[in-house]
């Protein structure tokens, strides 16, 4: 019966004839040696050989977390083609699948909808330009993510993120996806790294939510006028509205306060 299950032929058959005519006795199947159980058959079959009972308790690597790994690199590069191409609103998860050579249930086997989707493509293309630097230096610290943020609304990735603004105008759903899936990650992200200064940099009694609003808000009217005012003077000018009035005074004469930079 096994032989006629797994389709045994030759010398594999006449191989699992014999270890099982030497076993007559064993009618329950945890009496079996490992090589005959169905893992040990599959084994046995791919190495040619019998296996082991140590090598019937290795693990077998299966390829399909490479697949999709694979499968969600092209689903998230085919997102943001298609988004740049026709803008947020045409675009769809069957679009999206289509490009990327899946089913639209393998898309949402990992996202709910394409909001989802996009954002998460969003969050991987640009990872690079989200960091907050951390150099113990409160100027060099907020000119850094100003830099790194204003690298993120250039070129094609304008496009998307000026697609994304105005579908959050008038669908409720995009606007909390984007509320919740990227601004806030970025806020809090940055208000840990101010926080750092508040001993040593900071004047008392700093409202970090105002302050963020400032620096955002800078920069996504930058994203909205233009890439003309997307250069390092604009960029450096709004850095020092936003110190003059977050620093303390020493910090602010140009007195450098330094806290310990990150474990190596």
């Given at each position: 019966?096994?032989?006629?299950?797994?389709?045994?032929?030759g010398?594999?058959?006449?191989w699992?004839?014999?270890?099982?005519?030497?076993?007559?006795?064993?009618?329950?199947?945890?009496k079996l040696?490992?090589?005959?159980?169905?893992?040990?058959?599959?084994?046995?079959?791919?190495?040619?050989?019998?296996?082991?009972?140590?090598?019937?308790?290795?693990p077998?690597?299966?390829?399909?977390?490479?697949?999709?790994?694979?499968?969600?690199k092209?689903?998230?590069?085919?997102?943001?083609?298609?988004?740049?191409?026709?803008?947020?609103?045409n675009?769809?998860?069957?679009?999206?699948?289509?490009r990327?050579?899946?089913?639209?249930?393998?898309?949402?086997?990992?996202?709910?909808d394409?909001?989802?989707?996009?954002?998460?493509?969003l969050?991987?293309?640009?990872?690079?330009?989200?960091?907050c630097?951390?150099?113990?230096?409160?100027?060099r610290?907020?000119?850094?993510?100003?830099?790194?943020?204003?690298?993120?609304?250039?070129?094609?990735?304008?496009?998307?993120?000026?697609s994304?603004?105005?579908a959050?105008?008038?669908?409720?759903?995009?606007?909390?996806?984007?509320?919740?899936?990227?601004?806030?990650?970025?806020?809090?992200?940055?208000?840990?790294?101010?926080?750092?200064?508040?001993?040593?940099?900071?004047?008392?009694?700093?409202?970090?939510?105002?302050?963020?609003?400032?620096?955002?808000?800078?920069?996504?009217?930058?994203?909205?006028?233009?890439?003309?005012?997307?250069?390092?003077?604009?960029?450096?000018?709004?850095?020092?509205?936003?110190?003059?009035?977050?620093?303390?005074?020493?910090?602010?004469?140009?007195?450098?306060?330094?806290?310990?930079?990150?474990?190596?």
């Open positions: 019966r096994i032989v006629d299950d797994c389709g045994l032929t010398k594999a058959e006449n699992v004839g014999e270890k099982l005519r030497s076993r007559r006795g064993c009618v329950h199947l945890g040696p490992a090589c005959l159980s169905h893992k040990g058959l599959c084994r046995t079959l791919k190495m040619g050989r019998p296996v082991t009972d140590t090598e019937q308790r290795i077998h690597r299966h390829p399909g977390r490479r697949r999709d790994e694979y499968a969600k092209r689903i998230l590069q085919s997102a943001l083609e298609i988004l740049d191409e026709v803008g947020f609103a675009t769809s998860v069957q679009a999206i699948a289509e990327a050579g899946t089913g639209k249930a393998t898309v949402y086997r990992w996202w709910p394409k909001t989802a989707v996009v954002i998460n493509a969050r991987q293309a640009i990872a690079q330009d989200l960091t630097p951390h150099t113990g230096d409160l100027h610290d907020v000119r850094g993510y100003l830099q790194n943020l204003s690298r993120s609304f250039r070129g094609h990735r304008a496009r998307i993120f000026r994304f603004l105005v959050a105008q008038t669908n409720p759903e995009v606007a909390a996806a984007f509320q919740n899936m990227w601004c806030q990650p970025r806020r809090e992200e940055l208000k840990i790294a101010l926080g750092r200064y508040r001993d040593c940099g900071l004047r008392d009694g700093v409202d970090f939510e105002v302050v963020l609003d400032v620096m955002h808000g800078a920069l996504y009217n930058m994203l909205l006028v233009g890439p003309k005012s997307a250069n390092a003077e604009y960029i450096y000018a709004v850095a020092d509205i936003v110190l003059s009035g977050i620093a303390s005074k020493r910090h602010a004469a140009g007195v450098s306060h330094s806290v310990p930079g990150p474990a190596r």
